[in-house]
């Protein structure tokens, strides 16, 4: 190994142990890489043949620090985070949840089938995986026991409904993602919007036979909504899903047929947001007041690590860490397939540990011209970087498997924090195990058919 090479590896290994030591992210990887930057020159790694050292790296750090500020992709990032808390304050999901449980009321299991509906709907409108996890937890989690459900197959459901958060679009993540790989925002949407529906439907079609196989897991609760006519339910529902809707299919709906930047769809997002607030009598001043703040508190959290990253990964590069990255994946295998699992398998691995947002901004620059390069045949039907698209749709999923799986699965720790004291660890961990294999079966089915992911982008662009 060369000194780079020891510096790429030292620079890992400093990193991590400092993000052990309870230091701030954003801290530990600006730090780190300006720390490193300058043992570069130290080093004298940083030579020019003709003036000796090279200063460039430093221009280049705090040009790419800038740029962040000038992204237009990443205004987007507040505006859809406001949109996702006021939507929380609107009272919609509330009144959404009564309507489906009233609809799926008289189906074995149709309260554990209402709340992955919502889930959905909760994740295409809000894409927070925090919020979505504790507000379906705090609605429907005391039904769910007082109607007999076993609390572990509740408190499953209410976990990975919450976390579809992070795949279905508009998640924050992939605009993230987007931004990162230059990739269109618009495609990784569409891309996503399979591999949401298809985890959803998994979800569903696990509770439909549960309820068959292990009746006593979901009591049949059929009193309270006997006397009720098929008519006033469906119109009941209609009503209630058509606000969200509406606002969802405009967000969405003006970035796929091309009316719209995302920038432009997160401020359409985040004005119907209001709206909605207004409609449901719950706009006030203060509620404003506290959605702002916590909005920008999310958005400084987001774009702290972001500088942070952007320094780390530039010095990371300017070692030689993509080369010996490269060169560790092509050592492992030539066969393409192989390199993509094990990289699938680091990135859940890392999800144990860190934030998405870390792995976002670190792993995926790093790897992403490694998948670029690996000879794989994929019909993109006509879009750009169809692999990359696909690959990134795969971290996606992987990640939001890592939300779920114990001992550290962020999901889980969010669920915890608003359930009674009655409700152990222990229960949320037994929960989730069923739904992590359904994820893993979904993940299975995209890896095999990439074309899941890159069909709908070309529909929408042709």
């Given amino acids: 190994m060369e000194i780079n090479d020891y510096l790429v590896v030292s620079m890992f290994l400093s990193f991590i142990f400092l993000l052990m030591s309870g230091i701030p992210v954003a801290w530990v990887l600006g730090g780190v890489g300006v720390a490193f930057a300058g043992i570069g020159y130290l080093s004298d790694i940083y030579l020019d043949t003709i003036t000796g050292l090279d200063y460039n790296t430093i221009g280049l750090l705090s040009n790419r620090i800038f740029k962040i500020m000038d992204n237009w992709i990443l205004v987007a990032l507040p505006m859809f985070i406001f949109m996702g808390l006021a939507l929380d304050e609107s009272g919609i999901a509330e009144k959404l949840l009564k309507s489906l449980q009233r609809f799926f009321g008289k189906m074995r299991g149709g309260l554990a089938i209402t709340v992955v509906i919502l889930g959905v709907l909760l994740a295409a409108s809000t894409g927070i995986i925090g919020a979505s996890v504790v507000l379906l937890a705090v609605m429907s989690l005391p039904v769910m026991l007082k109607q007999g459900y076993d609390k572990q197959t509740a408190l499953g459901v209410i976990a990975s409904s919450g976390t579809l958060g992070i795949l279905i679009p508009p998640s924050i ?17 569409m891309g996503a919007v399979f591999p949401g529906l298809i985890l959803g439907t998994l979800y569903v079609g696990y509770l439909v036979i549960l309820g068959i196989v292990r009746p006593r897991k979901m009591p049949l609760v059929t009193d309270e909504y006997a006397n009720e006519s098929e008519i006033s339910l469906v119109w009941d529902l209609f009503k209630n899903i058509l606000p969200p809707a509406f606002l969802i ?3 969405l709906g003006s970035i796929f047929f091309g009316l719209a930047t ?14 909605l607030m207004l409609v449901n009598k719950q706009l006030t001043f203060e509620k ?3 959605i702002s703040k916590a909005t920008m508190n999310t958005t400084g959290y987001i774009f702290a690590i972001f500088v942070g990253a952007t320094c780390f990964s530039l010095v990371l590069r300017e070692l030689g860490g993509d080369e010996l990255i490269m060169s560790a994946l092509n050592s492992i295998s030539e066969d393409p397939v192989i390199v993509i699992l094990f990289i699938l398998g680091l990135v859940f691995v890392l999800g144990f540990v860190l934030d998405w947002i ?3 901004l670190i792993v995926l620059p790093l790897v992403a011209p490694i998948i670029s390069e690996l000879a794989l045949e994929i019909n993109g039907f006509g879009i750009e970087n169809p692999t990359l698209v696909w690959f990134v749709l795969l971290v996606a999923m ?9 001992p550290v699965g962020f999901a889980l720790f969010y669920l915890k924090g608003v359930c009674p004291p009655e409700i152990q660890l222990s229960d949320i961990y037994k929960g989730v195990i069923p739904f992590i294999i359904l994820q893993l079966i979904g993940l299975a089915i995209v890896f095999s058919f990439p074309e899941i992911v890159t069909w709908l982008p070309s529909i929408a662009y042709t």
């Fill in 398 to 406: 992987t990640l939001q498997t890592s939300f779920l799986t114990p």
């Fill in 173 to 189: 993540m992939l605009i993230i993602m987007a931004d990162q790989l230059s990739i269109s925002v618009g495609n990784l949407f």
């Fill in 262 to 275: 995302s920038t432009e769809a997160a401020g359409i997002g985040a004005f119907g947001a209001l709206i």
């Fill in 249 to 251: 299919l405009s967000v």
């Fill in 358 to 360: 870390e792995i976002t």
């Fill in 288 to 290: 404003v007041k506290n």
